[in-house]
């Protein structure tokens, strides 16, 4: 990095509303403390109210641009669930019916009675990806995972624990949508979501003359230094590390499954920032995405269903979204309860949970959500960070911030009465 980290580790680009003044000094003030760069958007009743960019896209100390994307992990996992909720809006997927009745294949090893709802709610049993393929990298060969999800068993009777498909669930959903329309992943992202809203960065499988706009990642090693670009050697590092704490706590969560569902082996040679990886799809886990594009996109889920006039999803199939659905006592994989709605979690914010917001957050930093209850929504992006395979304090703190202003904040005249 540059000798002049410190000082540069302040640029701040963007526009902010002035009734949302605190999202961007907490803006700033993580963008003081943290090496990389990031980018937040957030809009209120249909109107984006916050639009910030800062830090480096780069080690070498390139500046984040209004254009830069960044690999956002999880967070791409409700991208991959909103595009199912589409198809099940125009009645071509029913959640409650078995996969098998898209995906024939599917329905064998014991997973005949799978149903679409048990995946969505990471119940089905199916997170195991360690046990499914030899290597990371054929997560790279769409054909080859699919195979291996048909030939495997459940890892436990489908809805008796909550287990958190962390590889998994992009690629079961991702063939139950390629089935029932005849496309391709990538090209539903662009054709449902990106085109009708008008989005300047929503990818998972980028075509290459995007590639250039994706920030490179990187993590701290230490004072002055930082780690190579592979996430996936910090990811399985610090899986292993929460294991540990997790098994001295006597925690009883199917602790084994940490590493079934989130390193299958060879991850710590994986990288997700790597041209080879975002040309490909990879539903759970390799979106390249602006914060401008989530927050859209969640605002549409906010507005029940449209956006700038465009309408994705009816009122209906919109409401059902927010609605926490019944979960086993049982857990595997995350050691908490994330209140699963169809595809997407809870939202959490330095006060807890937050009653009526869901989205999906990702490891890294990243994050996105809709509370329809505050007609709001968030979207970030990051290039560097830690954390948990959901977001870290850092999304925690600007969450928070954009709802506390929010709720403070008068209505636009034009809704206003």
């Not at 780069?58 to 994307?69: F, V």
């Not at 507005?303 to 994705?312: D, M, P, Y």
Request: aromatic share 10%.
């Amino acid at each position: 990095m540059p000798d002049n980290v410190n000082s540069r580790r302040t640029y701040i680009d963007g526009y902010c509303h002035e009734d949302f003044q605190d999202v961007d000094s907490e803006f700033l003030r993580q963008l003081k403390l943290t090496p990389g760069g990031a980018a937040i958007c957030v809009y209120h009743h249909g109107e984006r109210v916050v639009d910030l960019w800062g830090g480096y896209r780069d080690e070498s100390g390139s500046l984040w641009l209004k254009d830069t994307m960044a690999p956002s992990f999880s967070t791409t996992k409700g991208v991959c669930s909103t595009l199912l909720h589409i198809f099940a809006d125009r009645g071509q997927v029913d959640y409650d019916e078995p996969v098998a009745s898209y995906w024939p294949e599917f329905g064998q090893a014991g997973k005949e009675n799978i149903t679409v709802r048990q995946v969505m709610t990471h119940q089905s049993g199916m997170y195991h990806i360690r046990q499914m393929i030899d290597s990371a990298s054929r997560m790279l060969d769409w054909q080859h995972i699919i195979r291996a999800i048909e030939q495997a068993s459940p890892v436990h009777e489908p809805g008796t624990r909550a287990g958190y498909h962390g590889l998994t669930y992009g690629f079961i959903i991702g063939e139950i949508l390629q089935r029932v329309s005849g496309q391709l992943f990538a090209e539903l992202v662009q054709q449902e979501l990106a085109q009708p809203l008008g989005l300047d960065g929503l990818y998972v499988g980028a075509p290459e003359s995007e590639l250039h706009r994706a920030a490179s990642l990187f993590k701290p090693r230490g004072p002055g230094k930082y780690a190579r670009r592979l996430a996936g050697h910090y990811l399985e590092f610090s899986l292993f590390g929460a294991n540990t704490i997790l098994k001295v706590a006597g925690i009883d969560s199917q602790l084994s499954s940490f590493h079934d569902a989130l390193a299958p082996k060879g991850m710590r040679n994986f990288d997700f920032g790597a041209a080879e990886t975002l040309r490909v799809s990879i539903p759970a886990g390799n979106g390249l995405f602006t914060a401008r594009s989530l927050s859209a996109m969640y605002a549409m889920l906010a507005e029940s269903g449209t956006l700038n006039g465009v309408r994705v999803l009816s009122d209906d199939t919109a409401q059902q979204l927010s609605v926490i659905q019944p979960a086993p006592e049982k857990l595997a994989v995350m050691p908490i309860n994330m209140r699963w709605r169809l595809g997407y979690h809870g939202v959490y914010s330095n006060r807890g949970f937050q009653a009526s917001a869901f989205g999906h957050f990702g490891w890294g930093g990243s994050g996105a959500w809709a509370d329809p209850t505050q007609n709001l929504s968030f979207g970030m992006i990051t290039n560097s960070g830690g954390g948990t395979p959901f977001g870290d304090s850092r999304i925690s703190r600007l969450s928070e911030a954009a709802r506390s202003a929010a709720r403070l904040r008068e209505p636009p005249a034009r809704l206003a009465g």
